[in-house]
């Protein structure tokens, strides 16, 4: 039996073109393919095991880095001369968090309460949490401000008060104390007869709300009737919209509860988010591309805008009364205390703030704050936010403790919230969105080129064919010859 090379030939020009449509299709269908399976594993959804561990326990390290401003001279200061400080730390704190009182809803929403716990890590810091500090006392100088106003005799009540309870303008403290409380007979008096007047109902401590606290009742969507949702703030603690400030604008609750994002960002996209601890919602912008690990990701970063002042920035006004651009006005939802938000060491800031305070040096790269997210899924890689915490000091008449103290924002201090994607987790990420993806796409141009190279060797193959089917072979006579040959042999 022998066999039709044309036929041969013939089917492989159809598996070819058949390969090629199939290269084709999965050229089109395969990033739907990812795009459904990224929709899936990035919306809030129990079933989803791994996506949905990683959103609840976080299991990402991050850590709270404390840089303390160390007053080098505070007498000096009381006479009105310009303070002096010097950065002491990073104090490094392991921050764990966990979502508890998890409820999902029929509108497809889901509430729950983070809570924070910061374990000390001395192999991670600079010194250690017996190292002694000194600082502005808030209780004192915050105060102050706070009373300029009353009436003189009642300041001058409030002075003795102080000195009762042997309260000075300036603490020199340990870290471990300044962060997470120490005994104040102030405190408790105010605690007992002021009740509310204070944050905390113990100790007194910058960070003493924070440690075992949770960052108040989320409401966010789950993404499960519109991807563009996930992870987006519905309510905070049953509110839509928050009353600190004096504006609508101001007074939104924009953007996600800033750990993770919609997926499918693009370079126009920004990073809106909600902070409790701000008081505010907060949003980055793009600033350029790069890659970790292989993964593709966009930098985001804060805008100029984002601490100017009302003059600068129109619609900040609602966060006024302002002062130089680069400060944000907490008070109104930290007790009235005259506490000041900005980036550390008044980066992208008034200069004017740094002629008042000798001993700070802003940069971006140690100061600036940035996201690094993955485009494709709106999950960060790598983040680091970092602030400062000032007060706002100036001489009070009747309060003897503010002496000639010039008016001045001072730096207490500055921190660094950080984490970055590692490990297992790192690993399935990349496998996940880096190898898979490009083995499909591989794959897709393969079929391709090998369809097409099916193609062309199966149609020289049947060219041959078919040419070698048409020429006379070698030594044999033509038709015609043939017969002719025939009729001249019978006449013979």
Known sequence: MTIDKSKVAVGFVVAGVLTVFFGTVLAFVGPLIIDDQIV??????????????????????????VYFFNVLNPKEILKGEKPMVEQKGPYVYRKRCQKDNITFHPNNTVSYREYRKYFFEPTMSKGNESDVVTIPNMLVLGAAVMMENLPFAL??????????????????????????????????????????????????????????????????????????????????????????????????????????????????????????????????VYQRPGEMHGIPLYRYVAPKTLFANGTDYTPNEGFCPCRQSGLLNVSSCRHNSPVFISHPHFFNA????????????????????????????????????????????????????????????MPMIWFEESGYIDGPILNTFHTNLVILPAVMEYMQYGFIALGLMTIIIASLVHYKVKASDKEPVKGSLGPDMQEKSIMSYSEK
């Open 350 to 409: 008034d200069p004017v703030l740094l002629d008042y305070v000798h001993g700070l040096h802003p940069n971006e790269e140690e100061h600036g704050l940035f996201i690094d997210i993955h485009p494709q899924t709106g999950v960060p890689l790598n983040v680091s936010i970092r602030l400062q915490l000032n007060l706002y000091m100036k001489r009070v008449s009747g309060i003897t403790e503010t002496g000639k103290i010039s008016e001045v924002v």
């Open 40 to 65: 899936k594993n990035t919306m809030i959804d129990p079933k989803n095991e791994m996506s949905y561990t990683m959103w609840k326990d976080i299991p990402v390290p991050f850590y709270m880095s």
């Open 155 to 284: 300041r001058l009540m409030i002075s003795a008060s102080f000195k009762t309870f042997n309260e000075g303008p300036f603490l020199t403290k340990t870290v471990g104390e300044l962060m997470w409380g120490y005994d104040s007979g102030l405190v408790d008096f105010l605690n007992t007869y002021l009740p509310g007047m204070l944050p905390s109902s113990g100790k007194f401590g910058l960070f003493a709300e924070f440690n075992n606290s949770n960052t108040g009742l989320f409401t966010i969507f789950t993404g499960k009737d519109d991807i563009r949702n996930v992870h987006k703030v519905d309510s905070w603690n049953g509110l839509t919209e928050l009353n600190y400030w004096r504006t609508p604008q101001c007074n939104m609750i924009n953007g996600t509860a800033g750990q993770m994002w919609p997926p499918f960002m693009t370079k126009e996209s920004t990073l809106p988010f909600y902070s409790p601890d701000a008081c505010r919602s907060m949003e980055l």
